[in-house]
């Protein structure tokens, strides 16, 4: 209190900007409302977080309301049903926290760690009010996270039917009210405005003084309320020293305020109050439709489109595949080796030891023991694990794990253009408003001036370039999913409208699991039998899936160890016997001569037979390389043998490359080599024994067939069934691409021929108004109408 002298009392609290009361307290020159404030002030002074007064005026929430008593979060079960993931060392949890309102709010919360260096690092969802936290539970607890959140003003909002898994609907209310108090004004001002439309008698000259102060009086709510956001942001640009889109629109509103004031005033004029209340109802109703479209399709990306792929579920006869959507809490599953973990989940048996780098980035396989959760997104090394399921599968969850960009890096070519567009934009509009209006006044012509300036200002649309790119491939997406082509996200569409060169797999790619024919030449007793299953039964590769079903056991065997060499076989130990299962070189044998991907058996060193697996190619094959050989590079890379290899010349075209017997390595370098030659690559195959080729691949795509294959490295997951729709998906990103140019070409029209009738000062700032907000819903239109009409065309609705 030694400064008091010295401070000047500042109206409201310099953290949360309520009204002081009595007895206020002071601190480095700056006025508070209670203790509570003032706290959290020094807090953020003394971590070097002072820069979050920087960014807003009292960014806070007030601290005189006592928070909730959290003590609850330190009961262990309570906690276990709120974390995303645990390990020995961090915990994940994503936090709803509805009074996230500005940029103050993201800087801050993604600076946690400066406040308590336990939390390692926070994410912000500001759409979603979200912040994912991840802290090192050994050094700080679940309850005092959340206590360190409502100590600087960020109460989270904790229930246990976790909030924000099942999609909080995105909180209008502010907005609405904006729009409510804008379009009240609006219809008042433009009552009162009548008379000076169609002229007024002596009696309404009378109360002209009158209309004018009443719509002045209009007038300041709509700018102080109504169109605040818009300068807010215009002014934190401004700090920046950038500028932003919002710049030129609060510069509009403001000047045409003035003018109004002086006009009424001075009684010299009417003003343009109707204007000012005209312009700022009809963009606040163009947000509003922008909003509601981004939700609907954020929707429904989260929460009603599944992944297509299956989980083997374990009931009391047999394993049965199910869909992600169909999973339940109580469901026994069954994860193979290099599986991921769909959902929370309790290890039952099997030795589990878990990559959880698709959830952390950091690779480090964890040991779990039987009676232990495991958390959703982890991935098994080893031999396969029964686990019960203990929380349903969150979509939006493994969204947004598999968006994780340290995975794959994309150029998003389009986000380019509109930051380049964005970065000149402004100040070309700025500048040509200066020119225009500076055009008119020495022409003498004052009156043209001020209309020029102002409708430049107001006309100008940057919202229609910014919207056309993710709405139309927003749009494609939720077409791509109806198809069973779940694609990672909107950056890779855009990438699959650049391929140039596809590469297929063979086994499980371009044949068919479900309708090959498995043949078994070799002798083995129904204990082998048994053997045989039971190792196979913990891989994942499809040939071992094949050669479970093929011998109907249902009773396993437990294993004393397991391996599994991708693109070679696997060796597995039950008691003292030995097997390895695999190709010729990896179980020690010659070649046998027959045709088709040829699996061998040795236990205890000797051969007891092996497995022909005749594959058939999956249905419209044929079609779909016809289709594709004009406009794509189409090459094969396998690892199995070349057995088949003059069927498959007589399928792809003469300049193909198919390369057989071919290590995962091999198949990563040679995608690598077409990269090298200027290709854009695309690599179908299978998400497991695939994985490195698929994330090195331009655009990897995972062919499911009631697998679970999913790979954090994969751009799309494409059901087996929706094979022949290649063509069809290559051809729709190009068409979202095609719509997306022509928007931005609809956009740049719009905005040349509004502007060159602007500067002539002819049109008035109504009017301009009028057709700001129509631009963006014509966008809107136009980007999902085109898009469904594109697909239509392409048979895909």
């Not at 009010?129 to 679940?142: G, I, N, Y």
């Not at 002209?208 to 942001?233: C, E, M, Q, R, W």
Request: aromatic residues 12%; hydrophobic residues 45%.
């Amino acid at each position: 209190m030694s400064n008091l002298e010295n401070t000047v009392v500042e109206e409201g609290c310099f953290h949360c900007g309520d009204k002081v009361e009595e007895a206020p307290y002071f601190l480095d020159g700056h006025t508070f409302c209670c203790l509570g404030c003032q706290t959290v002030y020094m807090v953020l002074q003394e971590s070097n977080l002072h820069n979050y007064y920087k960014y807003n005026t009292h960014p806070g929430r007030s601290q005189k309301k006592k928070g909730a008593d959290v003590s609850y979060l330190d009961e262990p079960k309570i906690a276990a049903k709120l974390v995303d993931f645990q390990d020995e060392h961090v915990s994940v949890i994503t936090f709803y926290i509805p009074v996230i309102h500005c940029s103050s709010c993201i800087w801050l919360l993604e600076h946690l760690y400066k406040l308590n260096p336990a939390i390692v690092t926070s994410r912000v969802d500001f759409m979603k009010r979200q912040a994912s936290v991840t802290f090192k539970h050994q050094e700080v607890s679940l309850r005092e996270v959340v206590e360190l959140l409502n100590h600087i003003g960020y109460e989270p909002k904790i229930t246990l039917q976790d909030v924000v898994k099942e999609g909080k609907k995105v909180n209008n209310n502010s907005l609405i009210a904006k729009i409510a108090v804008a379009g009240f004004c609006f219809g008042n001002s433009m009552m009162l405005s009548f008379p000076d439309y169609f002229g007024m008698d002596a009696f309404e000259k009378q109360y002209s003084n009158v209309f004018g102060y009443l719509n002045l009086a209009f007038a300041i709510p709509t700018l102080f309320y109504s169109a605040s956001d818009y300068f807010k942001s215009a002014w934190f640009s401004l700090k920046q020293k950038r500028l932003n889109l919002d710049v030129p629109l609060a510069l509009g509103i403001f000047i045409i305020f003035l003018r109004t004031a002086f006009e009424v005033l001075t009684q010299t004029g009417p003003g343009f109050a109707d204007t000012l209340c005209s312009l700022v109802f009809f963009i606040l109703i163009g947000k509003w439709v922008q909003q509601r479209t981004y939700y609907h399709i954020s929707f429904e990306r989260d929460y009603r489109s599944y992944f297509p792929v299956a989980v083997t579920r374990i009931t009391e006869n047999k394993d049965e595949p199910v869909q992600l959507a169909d999973l339940q809490i109580g469901d026994r599953i069954l994860v193979r080796n290099n599986e991921i973990i769909p959902a929370d989940a309790i290890l039952l048996r099997g030795q589990a030891a878990v990559d959880f780098s698709f959830v952390t980035g950091e690779s480090r396989t964890v040991e779990k023991t039987l009676g232990e959760i495991i958390y959703a997104g982890g991935r098994q090394v080893g031999e396969a694990i029964e686990l019960e399921v203990v929380k349903p599968v969150s979509q939006s969850y493994l969204t947004k794990l598999w968006n994780n960009e340290s995975f794959k890096h994309y150029e998003k070519q389009f986000d380019t253009f509109i930051g380049f567009i964005s970065k000149y934009f402004t100040i070309g509009l700025v500048s040509i408003a200066l020119v225009s209006c500076a055009f008119w006044l020495f022409g003498g012509d004052s009156m043209r001036a001020w209309g020029a300036f102002t409708a430049v200002l107001i006309i100008a649309c940057p919202c229609a370039l910014a919207l056309s790119s993710p709405f139309t491939l927003s749009a494609a997406l939720s077409i791509f999913d109806k198809n069973k082509f779940y694609i990672k996200n909107t950056a890779a569409i855009e990438e699959m409208a650049a391929i140039d060169c596809v590469v297929f797999d063979k086994t499980g790619t371009i044949s068919s699991p479900k309708s090959s024919t498995m043949l078994f030449d070799g002798q083995l007793t129904t204990e082998e039998r048994s053997f045989v299953a039971s190792a196979c039964r913990h891989s994942g590769h499809p040939l071992s899936r094949e050669i479970v079903k093929w011998m109907g056991v249902t009773d396993f065997n437990e294993l004393t160890a397991f391996e599994e060499i991708a693109g070679q076989g696997i060796r597995a130990q039950i008691g003292d016997v030995n097997l390895q299962i695999g190709s010729a070189s990896f179980v020690g044998v010659a070649k046998s001569d027959h045709d088709g991907s040829v699996v061998y058996i040795t236990i205890n060193g000797q051969l007891k037979g092996y497995f022909t697996l005749e594959q058939a190619w999956r249905d419209g094959l044929v079609d779909v390389v016809n289709s594709m050989k004009e406009s794509y590079d189409l090459h094969l890379i396998s690892g199995d043998n070349e057995r088949r290899s003059d069927a498959l010349k007589l399928i792809f075209p003469s300049r193909s490359v198919l390369l057989f017997n071919q290590s995962p390595a091999e198949k990563l370098e040679r995608i690598d080599q077409w990269q090298h030659k200027g290709k854009q690559v695309c690599m179908l195959g299978d998400g497991l024994n695939d994985a490195g080729a698929l994330r090195k691949a331009d655009l990897g795509i995972a062919v499911s067939d009631d697998i679970n294959n999913f790979s954090p490295g994969c751009d799309a997951i494409l059901d087996g069934d929706a094979f022949a729709k290649l063509p069809k998906f290559f051809a729709f990103a190009k068409d979202a691409v095609k719509v997306i140019h022509a928007s931005f070409a609809i956009s740049l029209l719009y905005n040349v021929v509004g502007i060159s009738f602007a500067v002539q000062g002819t049109m008035s700032p109504l009017f301009a108004a009028i057709l700001m907000p129509i631009s963006t819903v014509t966008i809107i239109s136009f980007t999902s109408l085109s898009t469904r009409w594109f697909a239509r065309r392409r048979k895909l609705l």
